[in-house]
Each structure stands twice: as structure tokens, then as C-alpha cells.
């Protein structure tokens, strides 16, 4: 499996970004895709989960993003989005995009360390 994000940049505050994750080689129908992000200041390894989607459609917004973020797919389930409305400083971060296999997924969609694969990420930088 392969991902690769991109759709980064930098823009005030007040504005908007679609970030897109170009999904190859996953077949399986089941398991999940996610947004993550690292902020400039978390330490390498660290993820924040932002939006989840599962196998049956169902998105996850981590809360304090709700109103703000959506996240979507094609139906082929090939390509992955993170629409960022209203976007603001503290949103500035790498964004990177994740899938995993796990069929149970659902309920930890958020949870980093179920992801087994990931992109290298875009960054998102929001000045103020």
C-alpha cells in the first residue's frame, strides 16, 4: 500500500485547504483511512488524530475540529480527502494520511498505532 498526500500550503487564517491521499494498491474492502497530524512543536513520532472514515462510510471528527474539518473518499476508495475550512494557527502542522487493514477499526479510528501504513505527509502552515 502505498499513500501519498499532498494539497499542502500556507495560507492566513481564515482559509481553506483540500488535502488529498492518493491510495494505491490496498484492496482490502474492509479496515480504515485517516487524517493525522504532528504539530511543530510535538515530538517526531507523535500523531494527532483529526478524521477517520471506516469501511461502511462513517467519518469520525476528532472535537475540537467538528464544524471545520471533513474528510471523504471516492467511491473507489482510491483517494482520500481533508476539506479545512476556517483554518487557523494552531491547525498548522504535517498532515499525514493512514490505512489500516484492521477490520475492527471503527471504534479506534483515531488511534494511531492501529495505522500500518502512512504517507510522508504535507504541510499545512496557517499564519495569523
Known sequence: VQLVESGGDSVQTGGSLRLTCEVSEFT???????????????????????????SDGRTTIAGLLKGRFTIFQDNDKKTLYLQMDNLKPEDTAM??????????????????????????????????
Open 28 to 54: 482490502h474492502r474492509g479496515g480504515c483511512m485517516a487524517w493525522f497530524r504532528r504539530g511543530p512543536r510535538s515530538p517526531e513520532k507523535e500523531r494527532e488524530g483529526v478524521a477517520g472514515i471506516g
Open 95 to 128: 498532515y499525514y494520511c493512514a490505512v489500516t487493514t484492521w477490520d475492527y477499526c471503527a471504534g479506534s479510528v483515531l488511534t494511531p498505532y492501529r495505522y500500518e501504513y502512512w504517507g510522508q505527509g504535507t504541510q499545512v502552515t496557517v499564519s495569523s
